[in-house]
């Protein structure tokens, strides 16, 4: 296509210096050749003709294929000039080259009369009124030398009026069959009061051409093509090479052009005319727009294709930031290689995932080549995080062999929940019948099992080997390297502390430690246990009271205590490095966040951020034009803007199909089409043509014939026995009407004057139908060309000839019962997606009447391909969430046991995804099945931040506020790292070349993530401490509440707080204990740098201190 428009917005475009222009940059475009398999290939050879007649004489044949003319819908065509679009010749002796502008049919017909009978052919041509073609029309330009002298302006010398001559449009060189009408060709017009066309703001032409098959079957047996193996493969790199050399020499003009060229799109390609652009004076006023469906091919390929460079980039931060975040300053507790390897599986499993979709036969598109990758590493690298914080967390008792095993028991239901919930809310989108929606679905569904077999089947293998490295005392990273930081050793010996005091700066510590000992009837056993509760130091001063901050500890913190009154700094960090996430949340952001004021803000603002997004969703609007997905300020989107706003029309096709008689239902075939065409967005045919359909093309042509047999009739020209004398179609009726359909005898003599081809209601006889339809096909090429009727199965073909008369001849084969065949139309005023839905909602009612009068019709083009999403995708799209929503609370009761902590998770999560659908709106972003898909998405996504937490908070003992600081002290920092690696993931689709990738993509993950984090680690948390369920594990005994007050210290000294009393039936017992670490066996012994962080209180901590507590069991003694 060919949109041509001013510099200055609103100058006219009707004069003939502007078409002048118009027609150099088409004749540019036009001239470029290509040779392939030894043969030249140029546009005459690869354009759209429109139904090329058979005629008997092969040299005519040969000399009118040459001449027929391609099919251009151009303004170009109601001048002389519009003849120099065409390029076939022939050659003639004793004249020139016959080109169509010096080419007058009548003329040449009659020159060729005495060589050959072409009889048939004039009747052709004067049934489709061709006349003197172009040669009898204005010229732009009247003092050209070529102007034609039967031009009505030739001796004249004026210049036409060009609103005047485009008034209702134009016609090709068939004026019954090819009429161009205005909305084809002017864009921006302007009329008077009367309806006379003033003004134009645009032009178009377009160029057709064929489809790699039309083009095989037009060459197949010709001799220019017997030797090379003629394929409809071949056929198609013919016209991909065309529109490559296109390209090329478009390229070597200077400017560039459109990128590399793919596939055509089927049956009718509109070709590009960029080169055009560079037909145009530099200083000119108008300028070009040009595109092609190669471009557009193009377009939406680098749309759909994967990035490597932006894919590795992702991944490259993701590796680096997975690193960082896990290395220490204690080569011994780093774990920055865990960070790599964690990384790399999960992308291994994104990438078996994605061929797994691939041999499952799952199509890609746009959502899975650009979103999927980094989404899918995003959510499996959270469950990295998540295993590697609660595996250094493991407490310091743990056997070796068990500590994986402990890990797991932690996390894996965290790890499980998220990823169960995951895959069944993708399979439940998947219900949703919108393909790009159902594909990208499925594959997230699959890509996110692959992560969670690689996640909990060989992730904790690589955390084993990890623990094996640090237990070695070997480098991280570089593990074949010792740690410098191995030979610290620091024990404490059995001496009896008098007062309890230890004086400062001792290197040897004794401690007497108060046991318990509990005799358990049912295993028969005596548990022994020192539970961790002392601290050699009152804590600094508690932020929310002593609900949350209470000394307690364990050996772990002693030794850390007395390691910090040493001088020596052999392997002691810098005071900055021991900040990390759980710090600051501890310390910092759960003190702050759990005030009661601090509450009352967060609900208060989230109240309003639920507002406003609840104002913004009514801001988003359905629709996602190819302006949206083009890059912005290329030669593409110009050309996009000035069809979208000038000429908004598209061809599409009413298609009926089997299963019912076409013979017999023929009014309501006519009633379909009136229906059709009385819809509001169908470009009324004008009211001199006929409609453009081949029932009413094939019934006129019954009319026609019959005419012509009854003339020929009542003249006596034909008779009972003999149509020799008759006209062509006064000898096409003679035959048909002796057809009697019937095998036995096919023939009636009696019939000629007894029956009517057409009867008076307008239908086809019914006996007549096939057979006639066969005639037709045969007979008017032009007819069925300009019906676009596309039968299946094709009827015979059948040829004429009037003088033979014998019964063979006679006899007209009848064609199959049509199982396809269409209607077309074309759709004007389309530029609101609310115009679509409203055009394609009175498409399908048209087809429903039909339906019921018993004929199965559906309408079919690009409107209904890619609009027809529309009409229920904002049903879908809530059907989705609300199944999302109700599988998540389903699998999160079913799993935490806890349906009020489901109820929760899922308002949190319900919040996001209005909240997100708000934001679109206000950000300007239309809602398409890429966005739903993003929607959809962002309830599994939100499970990621929420179900984390909500677990904390129900394995924690005390009150609700404590229980969410604690929770908040255990998530923090692994949701926080999840955040942060899916947006470094996100960070590479910042770079696109699309603007829409970056708006549609980039923008709305980002909000996501960071509204996924807001909910998860700021609302979440306030629910959970005012509305919150109670705790969901027990304690294994209780502490005097003196315990939460600690004695004061004494000056210069640190004395252990102990518990006055015991709970009953728990025996007390004194031990003295010798730490030593030469290195020590076990990880969980590794030393720890004093810190001044305050610690959580028993109560905080009896969850895990049951099995953080040293306990040893022996048999039970008998008891009388």
């Avoid at 960082?324 to 990438?351: E, F, H, I, K, Y």
């Amino acid at each position: 296509m060919l949109i041509q428009t001013p510099r200055q917005e609103g100058e006219n475009v009707l004069t003939p210096e502007a078409l002048g222009l118009h027609l150099q940059a088409a004749l540019t475009a036009s001239k470029v050749q290509v040779s392939l398999y030894g043969k030249s290939w140029d546009l005459n050879k690869i354009c759209y003709k429109s139904g090329i007649p058979l005629i008997e004489n092969g040299m005519i044949e040969r000399m009118i294929e040459k001449l027929f003319p391609c099919v251009i819908l151009t303004p170009l065509d109601c001048f002389w000039e519009g003849a120099k679009l065409q390029g076939g010749s022939a050659y003639l002796p004793g004249r020139p080259d016959i080109q169509w502008t010096n080419l007058d049919p009548e003329q040449l017909l009659e020159e060729l009369g005495p060589f050959a009978s072409l009889e048939g052919f004039r009747e052709l041509l004067d049934k489709a009124q061709v006349g003197q073609a172009y040669v009898g029309r204005p010229c732009l330009h009247p003092d050209d030398l070529h102007c034609p002298p039967s031009a009505p302006n030739h001796h004249s010398k004026q210049a036409p009026n060009v609103a005047q001559e485009l008034s209702g449009g134009c016609h090709g060189f068939s004026h019954k069959f090819m009429h161009w009408q205005e909305e084809l060709l002017l864009g921006g017009m302007a009329r008077d009061p009367q309806g006379q066309l003033l003004r134009a703001e645009a032009l178009q032409s377009t160029f057709l051409l064929m489809s790699p098959r039309q083009l095989y079957e037009h060459f197949r047996g010709d001799y220019q093509t017997h030797d090379i193996g003629w394929s409809e493969e071949q056929a198609g790199t013919v016209l991909q090479a065309w529109q490559r050399r296109f390209v090329q020499v478009s390229v070597r003009m200077g400017k560039g052009g459109a990128r590399g060229c793919s596939l055509l799109l089927p049956l009718r390609s509109t070709l590009s005319l960029q080169l055009a652009q560079e037909a145009l004076p530099q200083n000119s006023s108008q300028q070009i727009h040009a595109f092609s469906s190669t471009t557009l091919d193009d377009i939406l390929h680098a749309f759909s294709e994967v990035s490597a460079a932006r894919v590795v980039g992702g991944y490259l931060l993701m590796l680096a930031y997975a690193c960082v975040t896990m290395l220490r300053w204690d080569c011994a507790q780093s774990q920055g290689a865990v960070g790599l390897a964690g990384v790399l599986l999960v992308a291994l499993a994104v990438a078996s995932g994605l061929g797994l979709c691939a041999l499952l036969g799952i199509a890609f598109n746009a959502a899975t080549t650009q979103v999927l990758p980094f989404l899918a590493l995003g959510i499996g690298v959270d469950d990295i995080f998540l295993l590697a914080h609660a595996f250094t967390e493991a407490p310091p008792g743990t056997p070796l062999q068990e500590r994986t095993g402990e890990c797991l028991q932690r996390t894996g239901t965290s790890v499980a929940l998220t990823s169960i919930s995951h895959m069944v809310a993708f399979f439940m989108a998947a219900l949703v019948p919108i393909p790009a929606l159902r594909a990208f679905s499925l594959q997230a569904a699959i890509v996110v099992g692959c992560n969670f077999a690689a996640v909990m089947l060989v992730f904790p293998a690589v955390l084993s080997l990890d623990l094996h490295r640090r237990h070695c005392q070997r480098l991280d990273v570089l593990c074949c390297f010792s740690s410098p930081c191995s030979a610290r050793v620091i024990q404490i010996l059995p001496q009896e502390l008098g007062d309890g005091t230890v004086p400062v700066g001792i290197a040897h510590l004794t401690a007497t430690v108060q046991a318990f000992a509990h005799c358990e009837a049912g295993s028969q056993h005596v548990v022994t246990i020192l539970p961790p509760r002392a601290r050699l130091v009152p804590p600094p001063s508690d932020p929310l009271g002593s609900e949350l901050f209470s000394p307690g500890g364990s050996t772990r913190d002693l030794l850390g205590q007395e390691e910090g009154t040493r001088q020596k700094a052999t392997c002691s960090s810098l005071p900055c490095a021991r900040w990390n996430l759980a710090h600051f949340a501890r310390s910092q952001f759960a003190p702050l966040l759990l005030q009661s004021h601090s509450k009352a803000i967060v609900l208060v603002l989230f109240g309003a951020l639920l507002g406003l997004s609840l104002y913004g969703a009514t801001l988003v609007q359905d629709g996602l034009a190819l302006t949206d997905v083009v890059p912005r300020g290329t030669k593409e989107h110009a050309f996009l803007s000035a069809q979208l706003r000038y000429f908004s029309l598209y061809e599409v096709a009413l298609v009926t199909q089997g299963g019912f008689d076409y013979a017999h239902s023929q009014r309501a075939l006519f009633d379909l089409h009136q229906r059709f065409s009385s819809l509001k967005a169908v470009l009324p045919t004008p009211a001199t043509q006929a409609p453009r359909t081949w029932l009413h093309y094939y019934r006129n042509w019954l009319l026609g014939i019959q005419a012509a047999f009854d003339q020929d009739w009542a003249s006596g020209r034909i008779s009972r026995h003999s149509c020799r004398n008759g006209s062509e179609d006064g000898a096409l009726a003679y035959k048909l009407l002796l057809q009697t359909g019937d095998a036995q005898e096919p023939l009636d003599f009696s019939q000629l004057t007894t029956r009517k081809l057409v009867d008076k209601e307008g239908l086809i006889a019914p006996e007549l139908f096939y057979v006639g339809l066969t005639m037709w096909v045969s007979s008017d090429p032009l007819g069925l060309a300009a019906s676009q009727a596309n039968f299946y199965p094709p009827p015979p073909e059948w040829l004429h000839d009037k003088y033979d008369t014998t019964g063979e001849n006679l006899r007209i084969p009848a064609a199959q019962p049509l199982e396809f065949a269409q209607f077309p139309f074309l759709l004007r005023g389309l530029q609101k997606t609310a115009d679509f839905v409203e055009a394609i909602e009175g498409a399908r009612a048209a087809c429903a009447e039909a339906g019921q009068a018993g004929v199965r019709a559906y309408p079919s083009g690009s409107p209904f391909l890619f609009w027809e999403q529309y009409l229920g995708l904002r049903r879908y799209f809530l059907l989705a969430i609300c199944i999302l929503l109700v599988c998540t609370f389903l699998v999160c009761a079913l799993l935490l046991l806890n349906p009020w902590t489901a109820g929760l998770i899922v308002l949190v999560l319900a919040m996001m995804t209005v909240e997100l659908f708000g934001i679109m709106g206000f950000l300007g972003i239309k809602l398409s099945a890429i966005p739903v898909v993003i929607l959809v998405a962002s309830v599994g996504i939100g499970v990621e931040f929420t179900v984390h937490v909500a677990l904390g908070f129900l394995t924690t003992q005390g009150s609700r506020n404590l229980r969410a600081a604690h929770a908040l002290e255990r998530t923090f920092a692994p949701v926080t790292d999840g955040a942060v690696s899916t947006l470094l993931g996100l960070l590479m689709l910042a770079g696109s070349n699309f603007d829409f990738i970056i708006r549609y993509f980039f923008v709305v993950l980002t909000v996501l993530t960071l509204l996924g984090l807001l909910h998860g680690l700021v609302l979440l948390p306030v629910l959970l401490s005012i509305l919150g369920p109670p705790p969901e594990v027990v304690q294994m005994y209780k502490e005097s509440p003196e315990v939460l007050s600690p004695p004061a210290p004494r000056e210069g000294g640190l004395r252990w707080g102990l518990p006055p009393t015991l709970p009953q039936s728990f025996a007390r017992v004194t031990t003295s204990m010798t730490v030593a670490l030469h290195p020590p066996p076990l990880p969980g012994a590794y030393i720890h740098p004093a810190s001044d962080e305050p610690t959580w209180s028993p109560v905080a901590t009896s969850a895990a201190s049951g099995s953080s507590n040293l306990s040893s069991r022996g048999p039970c003694p008998a008891t009388g």
